[in-house]
């Protein structure tokens, strides 16, 4: 005799408590990951190419709401200056608040404060040639100000447009509304931080919470959809299992009546001497 308790549906209460469990689980972590996002998150579309190969035409990508004093060199940001645009911008931090950047030295690479910076990056100028500038430059950047190049540095109008306004072309921190963290579309995922900038001082900037987010989101799909597919699911096998029980009974009751129709209709009696 089985001790396991069924519901009327055909599967054990302990599978429904336990399936509803990862339904209320699934949808705190589903909601739960996207409110966070909303919260920390805001989207953008790409609009130019000046920030190609990194970010291309009409890509769509998250950017992490900070503060302008959170900006690390190597930050691609998303910034708002009337001076350069009517609409949000994206470049990239090359240098920050007392550094001097210049280019170029011997290799073509930026410099900031006399050291060479790898650009990994950067792509083919029309020459074939990986160069940080087409034209060369040198500017300090005032305190609590940023310096800002597009990745596309033959195409972009940056930074060094504005060499010859206040600032030098620098951007003020404030400047400064969310830091890109991942490209969604094409799906790239997490943009990196590259290591060239790491060893000046203040180093590099953390990655924002956006793998949390989405493992968060992702498990708790998961979770709903197992815990909603229980049920049915449940049925489903019970139904052919008691389908089976009943095929197997039937089977034995005909055997049984093909077995009980062969009688013995008198008794034998012997011939042999």
Request: aromatic letters at 6%.
């Amino acid at each position: 005799m089985s001790g396991t308790i069924r519901t009327k549906d055909g599967h054990g209460r302990l599978g429904s408590v336990l399936s509803g469990l990862a339904v209320a689980v699934g949808c705190a972590l589903f909601l739960g990951g996207f409110v966070w996002g909303v919260l920390v998150y805001r989207p953008y579309t790409v609009p130019t190419d000046s920030m190609t190969p990194t970010l291309d035409v009409n890509s769509r990508v998250l950017a992490e709401r900070i503060d302008g004093a959170e900006v690390k060199r190597g930050d691609v940001v998303v910034f708002e200056d009337p001076l350069w645009a009517s609409s949000p911008m994206v470049k990239r931090v090359v240098a920050v608040g007392g550094d001097t950047v210049a280019c170029c030295d011997g290799d073509g690479r930026l410099t900031v404060n006399g050291r060479a910076v790898d650009e990994p990056y950067l792509g083919p100028g029309i020459d074939g040639r990986k160069t940080a500038s087409g034209e060369e430059f040198s500017a300090t950047v005032p305190e609590g100000s940023l310096f800002l190049l597009g990745d596309d540095r033959h195409t972009s109008l940056d930074s060094r447009t504005h060499l010859e306004e206040a600032g030098q072309g620098s951007v003020p921190r404030s400047a400064v509304v969310a830091r890109v963290d991942a490209v969604v579309w094409p799906a790239k995922g997490l943009l990196d931080r590259p290591a060239s900038f790491a060893g000046l001082p203040g180093g590099l900037s953390e990655p924002g919470p956006f793998t949390t987010l989405l493992t968060m989101i992702t498990a708790g799909g998961i979770l709903v959809f197992a815990g909603a597919a229980y049920g049915p699911v449940a049925r489903l096998l019970g139904r052919r299992s008691d389908g089976g029980r009943a095929g197997a009974a039937g089977t034995g009751a005909g055997a049984g009546a093909g077995s009980g129709a062969v009688k013995r209709t008198g008794t034998g009696t012997g011939t042999g001497t």
